[in-house]
């Protein structure tokens, strides 16, 4: 039997027209979204965006390549203060500082790719955990980074001044479309490269490291390019999240963020791009807007607020937000294992085989 | 004389046990030549010295001439030896066809930065893509694996899984084939299918096939030459006639099926 097959279609964006509509139509609204979001919700939004970039390069090194970082935050960390330094100092154009930044951070990705050649599982978590504490400590002790006191961040000039060109960004509305312009082209990349032999290499890493190993995968290369690549985007983040906040300082990338990383692809949906972006948005959401306004939940929010200052002291309702989280996080996990993306997965099958089964 | 593929004097231990002792063979080019003997007399682990899995305390793999013992797996796929496990060893999460891509892997050349950003329909990633998802494509016709081309992995069969296994092997355009009990959990449809496969992967792809296998059936019937051991040791290395008639092995080996 001889099928005639198109073989452009395994790498094509859409299989289906109307799936191209549906993408258009997406990314056409979410060029309206500061129509009808301002503020505060814009700021959230932008710093949705920024943990989208970082989740989709975790979930590149755990979901697809199935090893395990918990110091992404000193990823971060490193492209936020390099993008700071690099223009404060250096006076680089913003373009190429974001992309030199993703670069400083690869390098040290590649570094911290080099021990998962030898220690697996917990022991490479505890080698990434104790490199995300090494580059927060490193940032707050030394008069370079600012020390305990941080960074600010220059003012967001997009143009190149060597050049004549100056192009300041100062609204949250300018800043969305700049990160939502570099959020989709790192997105559309990572899709890219996991559709290739390098994607391939790496789930193969993931499923049977002996096996890929056999078949020419040369695991020194493709397991540092995993930790480069996925560090890359946590800097690319990092270094748009210093313009976000406008300034940086060293407890805002503690070992908490890097398990708030871990739990974005976790909840989306490890080893999928998609899952990435919806773990990033919902974790991001519930933390910074949805479980803010507990306070203001009509009977309830007095009630939470009077049992969290009873039993919940310093703090208060901050301990319920992140005893929430944590409940709803466990409550995911343990009901669909493969995330919210495996949620969409089983609808989707469910509707393809619909009166059937 | 020079050999296409020979063992010189090779052993590997375990804690002690020889699991491998002082074992030799030559393989001449285009041969199926298999290596039969009792479970635990240390095939597997030959393959696993061969393809860089294990490194042998002692002994020589020569390979056109060159000693491959201390290369990396990957550095001996790309020597051009391919592999399958006898416990199979597939990328589960991946269809078929993906598991087959990776066999390509040695064979591609994209790398990050345009596989990142040159994705236009003439391209060179997706033209490199098209054509050797082409070639898969063939492999896939080959073994008839047309109908599962898009399934995962882990939703097949035991013996369609050794087929895809196989197939990934082929995808690597090896000039050596290590087989490691490819009919295993087949039945017996499918054993014959596999048979007149591997007979074709030697007569029309020219490859040099190393065969561990327990269907004596399958063995005599399409081995060049048979070497037989037990417990680590070589018992007698021949042509089919001459291994059948080799008292130790009936004893050893095939004695009970006799009975
Ligand atoms: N990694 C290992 N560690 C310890 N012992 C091993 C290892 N691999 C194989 N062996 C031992 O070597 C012997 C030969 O095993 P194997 O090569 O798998 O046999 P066969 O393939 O002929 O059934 C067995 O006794 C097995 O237990
Ligand atoms: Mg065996």
Same mark, same amino acid.
């Given at each position: ?98 992309? #030199? /930044?993703?670069? @400083? $951070? *690869? +390098?040290?990705?590649?570094?911290? =790719?080099?021990?998962?050649?030898? !220690? ?104 540092? #390019? /995993?930790?480069? @690549? $996925? *560090? +890359?985007?946590?800097?690319?983040? =990092?270094?748009?999240?210093?313009? !976000? ?113 | ?259």
């Amino acid at each position: 039997m001889e099928m005639k097959r198109e073989y452009y279609e395994d790498i094509q964006y859409f299989k289906k027209k109307w799936v191209m509509v549906v993408a258009a139509v997406f990314i056409l609204l979410l060029f309206t979204i500061p129509i009808y979001f301002t503020g505060y919700s814009l700021f959230i939004l932008n710093l949705i965006m920024v943990y989208v970039i970082v989740a989709v390069g975790l979930n590149i090194l755990v979901g697809y390549t199935g090893q395990i970082s918990i110091g992404h935050a000193g990823f971060f960390a490193v492209g936020a203060y390099a993008m700071i330094l690099l223009m404060t100092l250096l006076h680089m154009p913003f373009i190429l500082a974001l992309v #030199l /930044s993703g670069f @400083i $951070s *690869a +390098f040290f990705g590649f570094l911290l =790719g080099l021990p998962s050649l030898r !220690v697996k599982g917990p022991y490479l978590a505890i080698v990434t955990l104790g490199f995300g504490m090494t580059i927060m400590h490193i940032i707050g002790q030394a008069n370079l980074f600012g020390g305990r006191l941080g960074l600010q961040a220059p003012p967001l000039d997009v143009g190149v001044t060597q050049l004549g060109l100056s192009w300041v960004l100062t609204t949250d509305v300018q800043k969305f479309y700049l990160i939502l312009i570099i959020t989709i082209i790192m997105v559309v990349a990572a899709r890219n490269i996991m559709k290739t032999r390098i994607g391939r290499a790496f789930v193969a890493i993931r499923d049977d490291d002996i096996a890929a190993e056999v078949n020419g995968v040369d695991l020194l290369i493709y397991k540092t #390019l /995993s930790f480069a @690549i $996925s *560090a +890359f985007y946590a800097g690319v983040g =990092g270094g748009l999240f210093s313009f !976000v906040l406008s300034f940086v300082e060293p407890f805002q990338f503690n070992v908490l963020l890097s398990i708030i990383f871990l739990v974005m692809i976790i909840v989306g949906g490890l080893g999928s791009i998609v899952g990435s972006i919806v773990g990033a948005v919902l974790i991001t959401f519930l933390q910074y807007s949805l479980l803010k306004n507990v306070r203001e939940l009509p009977v309830l929010g007095d009630w939470l607020v009077a049992i969290s200052q009873k039993w919940f002291t310093v703090i208060g309702l901050e301990n319920f937000n992140s005893m929430i989280l944590g409940i709803i996080i466990a409550l995911i996990i343990i009901f669909e294992p493969k995330g919210i993306n495996g949620i969409w997965l089983r609808f989707k099958k469910y509707c393809l085989t619909w009166p059937f089964k | 004389m020079q050999y296409y593929f020979n063992v010189e004097n090779l052993s590997i231990n375990f804690g002690g046990v020889k699991a491998v002792n002082n074992i030799s063979f030559a393989v001449e080019k285009n041969m199926i030549f298999s290596i039969i003997g009792p479970n635990g007399s240390g095939k597997t682990t030959i393959f696993n010295m061969i393809s860089g899995i294990y490194k042998p305390n002692s002994g020589k793999i020569l390979f056109e001439g060159r000693d491959i013992v201390g290369l990396r797996p990957d550095k001996i796929a790309r020597v051009g030896i391919a592999r399958t496990f006898q416990n199979i060893q597939l990328f589960g999460n991946a269809a078929v066809v993906s598991n087959l891509m990776l066999g390509r892997h040695i064979h591609m050349h994209t790398g990050v930065f345009s596989a990142a950003f040159m994705w236009g329909r003439k391209s060179a990633v997706a033209k490199e893509e098209r054509d050797h998802t082409r070639k898969v494509e063939k492999i896939i016709d080959f073994l008839e694996l047309q109908k599962f081309r898009d399934h995962l992995v882990s939703s097949l069969s035991y013996g369609k899984r050794k087929l895809v296994e196989l197939g990934r092997a082929l995808a690597l355009e090896p000039k050596i084939l290590l087989l490691d009990e490819p009919s295993a959990g087949m039945n017996t449809e499918e054993k014959e299918d596999i048979r007149i496969w591997i007979k074709d992967i030697q007569e029309e792809l020219g490859v040099t096939i190393l065969l561990i296998e327990h269907d004596m059936n399958m063995v005599m019937g399409i081995s060049d030459r048979i070497f037989v051991m037990n417990q680590g040791v070589k018992i007698i290395e021949g042509t089919a006639v001459e291994v059948q008639n080799h008292p130790e092995v009936i004893k050893a080996y095939l004695g009970d099926r006799r009975k």
